[in-house]
């Protein structure tokens, strides 16, 4: 897809999508998330990203909501381990109008404390949603133990403490420590010529003040696998199996994401799927992932299932497993998995928001976007050698740590 970059002086980078549509899609990516929060702050970049929206040095809370939504836009945001990102999708004759509202909630919210205290109660009643949905939670539980003593196991959300012990000071000095203009990136895809886009940006950005501290983010260690087993006031068993795995920036990056759509991604013909669910009726919801991180990343198989199904249904993920080992995909098996995943993100690139966030991520992961054909080469490049060592690496049961929340036994 043809896109334009253009860097203003204090680093923020305006990325430029043309489309001949009349709906137009915008974000703003922060390269600064939960993993970024020092101890005792977990839960701070997720509350920042509520916060943004409470009130301004020119805005009411109201005249914040009701900026874009009075036009008939879509206005969001979602913070993640690495990234904090805030969209919108709207009518073309209305970028003026998002990006100046982009611009007052990123760089000049005001924080006031009247705001933060409704704003806790809200968070603290989302944690206790959050919890009550364990095949949400135990995601949080697992990525805990994986990444133990480590930001990156630090519940998004945060904890009821953390999140009652923010102050103002807390805020002000992780933005100022991790908002760094050199690594936040404006994207636009809509119906704008570049230069009227790069004008634009250059109105509501250019005097951003520059803000470049060095990046200090530490690595996890790796940790021996673990058991663990929780118990829980629920009627099902919920489990989830994997490790830490390749980064977004190793190249066994594409061959991974090719076996975890396979294996058990997308698709009700997935591997685990069909085995597990269609085949024995095991378990309603069987699904792999993989996400890469900046340095590490997460592979993970999750399934739900009645307690007395449990040993069963893990049986059968490592029978599937050892199957995958010694009947390495052949070039046909291959093939076909390769023709599925292309589809499927052809497919995806007609979620115009998700794929100008997918953009903006990408130029702030590599500097760089590959073109979907370039993105379909690399997949059709990996080979069968390439699988099966992958296989073998990912999938080594030895390596493997397992999390498990089971009901309370009567």
Excluded: W
């Excluded at 922060?30 to 040095?57: Q, V």
């Excluded at 760094?180 to 950005?205: D, H, P, Q, S």
Aim: glycine letters at 6%; a negative charge.
């Amino acid at each position: 897809m043809e896109y334009n970059v253009h860097t203003l002086p204090n680093g923020i980078r305006l990325l430029h999508v043309p489309s001949a549509s009349n709906i137009s899609h915008a974000c703003i990516i922060i390269n600064s998330g939960s993993r970024d929060e020092a101890e005792g702050k977990a839960g701070l970049a997720h509350f920042i990203e509520h916060l943004i929206f409470k009130r301004t040095e020119k805005r009411s809370t109201n005249q914040i909501l009701n900026h874009l939504e009075s036009v008939g836009a879509d206005l969001n945001a979602y913070t993640t381990k690495e990234y904090t990102c805030v969209h919108a999708s709207f009518l073309a004759p209305y970028l003026d109008r998002t990006l100046d509202l982009f611009n007052d909630i990123i760089f000049h919210s005001t924080f006031p404390e009247e705001e933060m205290d409704k704003e806790k109660s809200v968070i603290l009643d989302e944690i206790a949603s959050y919890l009550d949905q364990p095949e949400e939670a135990i995601n949080d539980d697992f990525e805990d133990m994986l990444f133990a003593g480590h930001a990156l196991g630090n519940n998004i959300l945060g904890t009821n403490d953390t999140v009652n012990n923010f102050s103002r000071a807390d805020i002000i000095n992780f933005r100022k420590a991790n908002y760094r203009t050199n690594e936040i990136v404006v994207a636009v895809l809509g119906n704008y010529t570049f230069k009227r886009f790069v004008a634009k940006g250059e109105k509501y950005f250019a005097d951003v003040p520059e803000n470049a501290p060095v990046r200090n983010r530490e690595k996890p260690v790796v940790l021996d696998p673990q058991q663990k087993t929780v118990y829980k006031p629920i009627m099902q068993s919920h489990c989830i199996i994997g490790s830490q795995t390749y980064s977004t920036h190793e190249s066994q990056k594409t061959g991974l994401m090719l076996l975890n759509n396979y294996f058990g991604g997308n698709g009700m013909s997935a591997v685990l799927n069909l085995q597990i669910r269609e085949k024995y009726g095991i378990a309603y919801t069987i699904e792999s992932n993989f996400s890469p991180l900046s340095d590490t990343g997460i592979f993970s198989i999750y399934f739900g299932t009645d307690k007395e199904k449990q040993d069963r249904a893990l049986s059968l993920i490592y029978k599937e497993i050892k199957k995958l080992k010694d009947q390495p995909l052949s070039e046909l098996q291959l093939q076909k998995a390769k023709n599925k995943f292309i589809g499927q993100i052809a497919l995806g690139e007609e979620n115009r928001i998700g794929l100008i966030i997918s953009m903006a991520k990408s130029l702030v992961d590599h500097n760089k976007i590959d073109s979907l054909e370039k993105v379909f080469e690399k997949i059709n490049q990996v080979t069968p050698r390439e699988m099966a060592e992958i296989v073998e690496d990912v999938l080594d049961v030895s390596k493997l740590s397992t999390f498990t929340f089971c009901p309370v036994l009567e």
